[in-house]
């Protein structure tokens, strides 16, 4: 097995107000993939990407990156790392590309105009580069974060709401950008509010809640587990008890009667034969209706349901 590329074991940060931010969170990452860290406000996301990226001084627990503790050799792992912060801060008087070329100066790398412009042409910045980053719009201020943490060719980068405040046009424009440095072999930690941009870009997904990780799993495998299927059948005529053939069917008489819902399942296709074996039975039973409605879980479901009132 491929070793990780990023381990957090016991990470843990009490601010001095007493507050816990992270309270022993364990949390390993693989090479190549991209996983999304889903949270309500506060609970830790942006605390955990600070304390790998040496923004935030831990309280306690290791971090060991590409080998390296980074408590004891932090400058050879952080080279290797990029971010892009979930605030706009950046010099916003510097023109796009002399900003982006800083950034790489900062890590001590040789000037590489080609490779400014190769960044520059991928998140559609070049026709941009001579512009002040002031005079962008809000989305294209968003792209100059990603090209200057791209700046220094980083073998993982960590997206920390890259797509907060723009359109839905726009988002799924950052899900190619995303896709596309996936595909040059970066390994991406992204937080995200949308969790619909988790569902379609992430391999794997955790969850964080009060400092602590609740649960880490392939995104896939978690929606098969956690998933459900719900389905609402109108009735043509109203029902004073559920009929004998449904005793075996999680199904429940609503609407006064004229409508049965079904709630079961487990995301991996049981519930649709279930829903299909309900309607057979209607059938058989001389029961008519006029209308079905079926909808399997998302992943914002699934999260709802394991945040509760936190979400």
């Avoid at 040059?184 to 794997?204: F, W």
């Avoid at 009060?210 to 029902?239: C, F, N, Q, S, Y």
């Avoid at 559920?242 to 429940?252: H, I």
């Amino acid at each position: 097995m491929t070793d990780p590329i990023l381990a957090i074991s016991g990470l843990t940060k009490v601010y001095s107000s007493g507050l816990k931010a992270l309270d022993s969170v364990d949390l390993t990452i693989r090479p190549g993939e991209i996983f999304a860290l889903l949270g309500p406000n506060g609970a830790g996301k942006t605390t955990l990407i600070g304390a790998v990226c040496g923004l935030v001084r831990p309280s306690g627990g290791t971090i060991t990156a590409f080998g390296h503790d980074l408590a004891r050799d932090w400058r050879k792992a952080r080279a290797r790392i990029g971010l892009v912060p979930q605030e706009l801060a950046t010099d916003m008087f510097e023109p796009v590309e002399r900003a982006v070329a800083h950034s790489r100066g900062l890590f001590g790398l040789a000037p590489d105009p080609e490779r400014i412009e190769e960044i520059l042409r991928s998140l559609s910045l070049w026709d941009k580069r001579g512009e002040r980053i002031m005079a962008l719009s809000g989305g294209m201020k968003r792209r100059v974060l990603i090209a200057k943490a791209l700046a220094h060719e980083p073998d993982l980068l960590f997206l920390d709401e890259p797509t907060a405040g723009v359109d839905v046009e726009l988002r799924k424009g950052m899900w190619a950008i995303i896709d596309q440095m996936r595909a040059r072999g970066v390994t991406i930690i992204l937080t995200t509010h949308y969790i619909e941009e988790a569902e379609e870009m992430a391999d794997r997904v955790g969850i964080i809640r009060k400092g602590k990780i609740i649960m880490v799993d392939d995104k896939d495998a978690m929606m098969a587990r956690l998933g459900r299927t719900e389905a609402h059948i109108t009735l043509a005529r109203p029902l004073s008890e559920l009929p004998p053939v449904l005793a075996a069917y999680p199904v429940e008489l609503e609407e006064g009667g004229t409508s049965l819902c079904y709630r079961g399942g487990d995301g991996t296709g049981k519930g649709k034969a279930e829903v299909a074996a309900i309607t057979k039975a209607l059938i058989g039973a001389g029961i008519d209706y006029t209308g079905i409605d079926v909808r399997e879980s998302s992943l914002e479901d699934i999260f709802v349901s394991l945040l509760g009132e936190d979400a």
